[in-house]
């Protein structure tokens, strides 16, 4: 089942803060989060696998409330370079990894 | 190290053509995916392959074959092109099982079915 992204899309001045929110209504493994510049491919940020857990890459951090079967990625001090369409992936318990419909970030200077 | 890469980068076809997309990792990875993205719907998997040998449906399966060619390559192919199929199609390949482990990707292929 597909997971719900939430905002669709989102725009913001350099050094502001965003957060991006996943949901799912059934019971989650793990959540994956991923980056996709225009016209590339996605690229890999994180993995988050128990309940609760929180991961961080540079200034983009996420968490994963297993309870709620809910993730939020969290951007700080945004950059130019954060621009694009974030994906969250989700793998509920005996599936696949099923994405999201993607957030559409855009820094601007 | 190429990492994932995909042929052809573009291509255009007419409704009922045939075509394959070549997919090739070098990262020794095991398992290997076929997605589909079209706007607003992210990226929904065609096909996968979880090791060498064995291949399995996807979200989208239909109107699409795949073949698992030895442990780096894995094609796709579109035996009779429909308009919806017009998409982005992209590769990615992971160390194992794509459920707790990164997947990485090609750069895609743009198809245009008229």
């Known amino acids: 089942q597909q997971p719900v992204q939430s905002p669709q899309a989102v725009i913001l001045r350099e050094g502001e803060d965003a957060v991006i929110n996943c949901s799912s209504s059934?019971?989650?493994?793990?959540v994956h989060w991923y980056r996709q510049k225009h016209g590339e491919a996605p690229v890999f940020l994180m993995i988050l696998l128990k309940g609760g857990e929180q991961k961080g890459h540079d200034k983009i951090s996420a968490s994963f409330n297993e309870k709620k079967q809910q993730s939020s990625l969290y951007l700080t001090a945004s950059q130019l370079s954060y621009s694009g369409t974030y994906f969250c992936g989700t793998v509920e318990y005996g599936n696949k990894l099923v994405f999201g419909a993607g957030t559409i970030l855009r820094v601007k200077s | 190290n190429a990492g994932v890469t995909q042929t052809p980068k573009f291509q255009v076809l007419k409704t009922g053509q045939s075509m394959t997309l070549q997919c090739a990792q070098d990262?020794?990875?095991?398992?290997m995916y076929w997605y589909r993205q079209d706007p607003g719907m992210g990226l929904r998997l065609i096909y996968y392959?979880?090791?060498?040998?064995?291949?399995d449906k996807g979200e989208v399966p239909n109107g699409y074959n795949v073949s698992r060619l030895n442990k780096r390559e894995f094609s796709l192919r579109l035996e009779s092109a429909a308009p919806s199929q017009t998409s982005v199609y992209f590769c990615?390949?992971?160390?194992?099982?794509?459920?707790?482990?990164?997947?990485?990707f090609g750069p895609g292929t743009r198809l245009t079915v008229t």
């Open positions: 392959s979880a090791s060498e040998g064995t291949t």
């Open positions: 990262m020794n990875h095991n398992s």
């Open positions: 990615a390949s992971s160390g194992q099982g794509a459920n707790a482990y990164e997947q990485y």
């Open positions: 059934k019971a989650l493994y793990s």
